[in-house]
């Protein structure tokens, strides 16, 4: 289990960060912040690693037999989103500002 969990944040942490600072996603980012409700959440980093981290722990989900699975992939993508708070805050991943 602990190793799924690594994996999990692992790949939270690597597609957001190709999401929100490769120019390969420029024109997914840029089609999709057209929707008007969509353009915060997808651009800033912290929003979006917590909406990629909710949709990925539907695929991978490392807490499913601990926990309630409703309840197992909501804690999945706040643990996928505080390790991308931290590796931003603290620099160790560099980002780009929108």
């Not at 989900?61 to 309840?71: A, C, G, M, Q, R």
Request: proline residues 5%; positive net charge.
């Amino acid at each position: 289990m602990f190793y799924n969990f690594l994996a999990y944040l692992f790949l939270c942490l690597s597609i957001t960060y190709a999401w929100s600072d490769t120019e390969a996603a420029r024109p997914f980012r840029n089609f999709l912040v057209k929707i008007p409700y969509i353009h915060k959440p997808l651009l800033c980093h912290e929003c979006s690693s917590f909406w990629i981290s909710l949709v990925l722990s539907f695929f991978i989900n490392p807490f499913i037999t601990l926990t309630y699975p409703i309840l197992s992939n909501i804690l999945s993508a706040f643990c996928g989103f505080f390790i991308n708070l931290y590796f931003v805050r603290n620099q160790l991943v560099k980002y780009k500002e929108y």
